[in-house]
């Protein structure tokens, strides 16, 4: 147990002592033709704009040639464009302490019969929610997940949220009230929430950490890892690791989970996780 809490503070310092690079914005036109072209607008009136490609190649485009255009956020690594993950406000199922964007937000699927979704209804405060989808089944779990982030600045971000989860039909519920901070840019940084649950009227004393990592290996893919643990009790860990595979909406995360009490035992049976997240706005 130890020995896996030091390795993951290991892992989160080195990802977070990585040097980034300047973060840039490009514009990418999509033409009528069908064509992309992706660089910075030198110049535009209402009838024609200038633009220079990634590679150093100057255009003039009429405007009605341009079908639409988006802004890019991405870094340049050896000349190559490296796009951001779009759904950096979570790990694998965790949230991270960065905010979603005022009108954006994401649709997931976990395991195939868990639904979840979330929209920015503010630059600080995020409204979010899930439930199961069990075939045939005649209670459904159901969540509410509220987010407000309290400070965003310099590649830092802390948020302070709950959980709170019923069984459809029952009047009984419980959750977590948590805290959260993310430190690092959004391809690689190191997650840290901490946490209590509750239920039926009582608080559990004992707090539940979290720690998570992310590290962006190119365009397409993600290193990422979440773990949880509860500092007093053996045995009590769960560990996942995975990687996200990123698309210009959607993300798919494929990872496994396995259990403390399981390394401990000397066996390394592995649970699999699956989901599948769209994500739109900004």
Known sequence: MRRVLVALFLLGVSVSQVQAQEVE????????????????????????????????????????????????????????????????????????????PKGSGYLSLHELFFASGGVGVSESLVFAGGIS??????????????????????????????????????????????????????????????????????????????????KQLGSRTKFITENYFMPGVSANGVLSLGIRIIGDRLTTDVAALTHTAVLNEGGFPLFPWVSFSYNFGH
């Open 25 to 100: 914005e490009f514009t990418q036109l999509i033409l009528t033709d069908g064509s992309q072209l992706v660089g910075n607008i030198l110049d535009e009136t209402d009838q024609e704009l200038r633009f220079m490609t990634l590679s150093g190649l100057e255009f003039t485009i009429r405007v009605e040639e341009i079908e639409s255009r988006k802004t890019i956020r991405a870094r340049l690594r050896n000349g190559k464009l490296v796009k951001f993950d779009p759904n950096v406000t979570r790990l694998f199922f965790s949230a991270t302490g960065r905010p979603i």
């Open 133 to 214: 989808l069990f075939p045939g089944a005649s209670e459904q779990l159901v969540y509410l997940a509220p987010k407000a982030t309290v400070y965003n600045k310099n590649n830092r971000s802390f948020s302070v949220g709950a959980l709170l989860g019923t069984v459809t039909g029952e009047s009984d519920y419980g959750g977590i009230l948590y805290g959260v901070g993310t430190f690092g840019p959004e391809d690689q940084a190191i997650t840290i929430g901490s946490g209590f649950l509750f239920g039926g009227g009582d608080v559990v004393s004992t707090p539940i950490i979290m720690i998570g990592a992310e």
